[in-house]
Structures are given as structure tokens and as C-alpha cells.
């Protein structure tokens, strides 16, 4: 079994209570994070450390490049973590850590295949920027971009990035994870969002991550200290209260 994290967001006690829930289950062969471990919140360091020591395969998320590259087409809150971030790794690693952990961050993969399944961070056409979002379903939206989407794939494509767990299927649908907690995959074409660890925007605040077995996906929710986060973002300056109040809404 794989399990997929994704969208951590600097949110160390999300992913604790995640890895936790990994380790409970005892079967799951590898964990691969789809990018997007930085950002928005207070705890980069040890969520970067954690990730590179846990996941077997950690892509390219829009927080990384933007850490890397300058983050254009942030919005100042997010460019204000951004920045925050990058000084925050800069200064708080030292020595042949620091060249590990900056070295993994600069050469992140920005798209994987394991057989006919291809991992990205937010979709095929533009494995780093691109939202694929339930509006692109709708009547007269968009649907050019759909069809590119699913004809970048054979059987499933793995995303994150919208913070929005579910699956969309190749007759134009959109499953909430809610609606399906389990879900058989073993024929026909999928994107599945994995959703969020630490910052959730599908209005259930527990942190999201997918058990995949090879034939079904399992979307996992897991309760965590939020205080405990929001706390350390309302306590730090670069971060917003913006930031901490949507973690309890799951927004
Ligand atoms: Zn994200």
C-alpha cells in the first residue's frame, strides 16, 4: 500500500498526526508527497526534514518553486510566508544538513510515473501551477482543458494542490471524498486529489491523505491539535491571522 501526503504547508502538527496514523495502520510500503511541504505556516524546517526522511519520492509543489524562484503570483500574505520561509530554512540549518536539505528542495522532480500512473503536484498540462478545479466540469466551462487532462494519462493521475479531496472521473464528474471514503479505481481513468495534510479547503478541517492499494483509494481524515498551530502562526509576524483562522473552518 502507498499513501499519498500532499499539501502540508509548514503544519507540523497535521503531519505528526498523519505519519501517526501510517504507522498505525502498519502495511503502508511507502509514503510519496506531492509537493507543497512549505508555506503558509510556521514549522518549515522540521516538516522539510520530516518529509525527506519519511517519503520515498517528494515532487515539486508551487510553494517550493516559489521558495526557489521568487513567488510570482502570490498574494502578499502568501509571498510574506514565502519569504519568511526561505529565511527561515536559510538561517536555522547549518552545515551538511543544510546542503542536503537545499540541495533536495532545489532538485525536486516535478512529475513521476510508477507504471501507466503519473504523479504531480496540480495536473499534467502544468505539473507545478495549474488548478484542476470542479468549475472546469461545468456546462460550457472549459472542456478542452478536461479532455488535455485526461489525454496526458493512461489510468490514474495523482494530484494535490487544490486542497480539495476527491475524485474526478473521465465522464466529467466530481466525487467529494466524503461521498467516497473508498473508491474502486482498478478500471477506467481518474484524477485523484489526495487533498490536504495541513491546510484543508473542502470544509472538514482534519488533515486529508489517500491509502492506495492498487485497485482502491482510501481518503483518510485525521483530527489534530489546530490550537497548536494556530497559535504559532498568530504568534508569528510574517504568517497572518488569515492563515490560522481557516485552518478551524477547513477553508
Ligand atoms: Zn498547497
Redesign the pocket.
Known amino acids: 500500500m502507498i499513501a499519498f501526503i500532499?499539501?502540508i504547508?509548514s503544519n507540523w502538527p497535521a503531519l505528526e498526526a498523519v505519519l501517526a496514523d501510517i504507522d498505525a495502520i502498519g502495511d503502508v510500503e511507502r509514503i510519496i508527497c506531492l509537493?507543497?511541504v512549505i508555506?503558509?505556516g510556521p514549522h518549515p524546517v522540521i516538516c522539510f526534514e520530516t518529509v525527506a526522511r519519511r517519503c520515498s519520492l517528494v515532487l515539486m509543489?508551487?510553494?517550493e518553486h516559489a521558495v526557489i524562484h521568487g513567488p510570482y503570483l502570490f498574494n502578499p500574505q502568501a509571498r510574506r510566508a514565502i519569504d519568511w520561509t526561505k529565511e527561515t530554512l536559510y538561517a536555522t540549518l547549518h552545515g551538511d544538513k543544510r546542503s542536503q536539505v537545499l540541495s533536495l528542495l532545489e532538485n525536486l522532480p516535478i512529475r513521476h510515473e510508477i507504471g501507466d500512473i503519473l504523479l504531480v503536484h496540480a495536473s499534467p498540462r502544468d505539473p507545478v501551477m495549474e488548478y484542476i478545479l470542479e468549475s472546469d466540469l461545468w456546462e460550457g466551462a472549459n472542456p478542452a482543458k478536461m479532455e488535455e487532462i485526461f489525454a496526458a494519462f493512461d489510468h490514474l493521475c495523482f494530484v494535490?494542490?487544490t486542497?480539495r479531496a476527491g475524485v474526478f472521473t473521465e465522464d466529467w464528474c466530481f466525487l467529494h471524498a466524503a461521498d467516497v471514503p473508498e473508491f474502486d479505481v482498478s478500471d477506467g481513468r481518474y484524477v485523484i486529489n489526495v487533498g490536504?495534510v495541513g491546510?484543508p479547503r473542502d470544509r472538514d478541517p482534519r488533515a486529508c491523505y489517500v491509502l492506495f492499494t492498487g485497485d482502491a483509494v482510501y481518503f483518510r481524515r485525521v483530527s489534530y491539535d489546530i490550537d497548536a498551530v494556530a497559535g504559532d502562526i498568530r504568534a508569528n509576524d510574517a504568517l497572518g491571522n488569515r492563515s490560522a483562522e481557516r485552518l478551524y473552518r477547513g477553508e
Open positions: 500532499s499539501d504547508h509537493g507543497d508555506g503558509y509543489g508551487n510553494h494535490g494542490h486542497h490536504s491546510q
